[in-house]
C-alpha cells in the first residue's frame, strides 16, 4: 500500500524554522514529483512548493519564496520542507502529495485550483499541523 507520512509539525513563535518530513513507504519516492499544499482554517487547500524527481527543479508560491526550502532525499525515501521566518499566516496543516506522471508545472496549475484533492494525484499524506503564535 502506497502511503505518504507527514512529520515535523508544532508551535513555533514568528521567525521561527520548522523542518517538515514527508516519509514514503508501499513506493520508490524517486519515480515520483513532489508537491506540498497547506489548509489554513476556514480555507481551501493550496499550493506551496514542488520538487521535480531527481531534485535538480524546485517552484515555490510567491507567499513563501525565499523563505521555505524543498528538498527530497531518494536514498531515504523521504522529501522535506525547511520552513524559516514563519508568520502567522504559514498557520495551516501541511500536506505532501506524489504523482507518477505530473511534473512541476502540472502541479503548479493545482496550486491555483480549489480542492487540488480532488484531481487524482496518487498519493496524498494526512497531514501534519504547523501553528505559528507567540
Known amino acids: 500500500q502506497r502511503q505518504l507520512v507527514e512529520s515535523g509539525g508544532g508551535l513555533v513563535e514568528p521567525g521561527g524554522s520548522l523542518r517538515l518530513s514527508c516519509a514514503a513507504s508501499?513506493?520508490?519516492?524517486?519515480?515520483?514529483?513532489i508537491s506540498w499544499f497547506r489548509q489554513a482554517p476556514g480555507k481551501e487547500r493550496e499550493g506551496v512548493s514542488c520538487?521535480?524527481?531527481?531534485?535538480?527543479?524546485?517552484v515555490y508560491v510567491s507567499a513563501v519564496k525565499g523563505r521555505f526550502t524543498i528538498s527530497r532525499d531518494n536514498a531515504k525515501n523521504t522529501a522535506y520542507l525547511q520552513m524559516d521566518g514563519l508568520k502567522p499566516e504559514d498557520t495551516a496543516i501541511y500536506y505532501c502529495?506524489?504523482?507518477?506522471?505530473?511534473?512541476?508545472?502540472?502541479?503548479?496549475?493545482?496550486?491555483?485550483?480549489?480542492?487540488?484533492?480532488?484531481?487524482?494525484?496518487?498519493?496524498w499524506g494526512k497531514g501534519t499541523l504547523v501553528t505559528v503564535s507567540s
Open positions: 502529495a506524489a504523482d507518477l506522471i505530473l511534473n512541476c508545472a502540472a502541479f503548479e496549475l493545482l496550486f491555483r485550483r480549489p480542492n487540488p484533492e480532488s484531481y487524482g494525484v496518487d498519493v
Open positions: 520538487i521535480g524527481k531527481s531534485g535538480g527543479s524546485a
Open positions: 508501499g513506493f520508490n519516492l524517486d519515480t515520483m514529483t
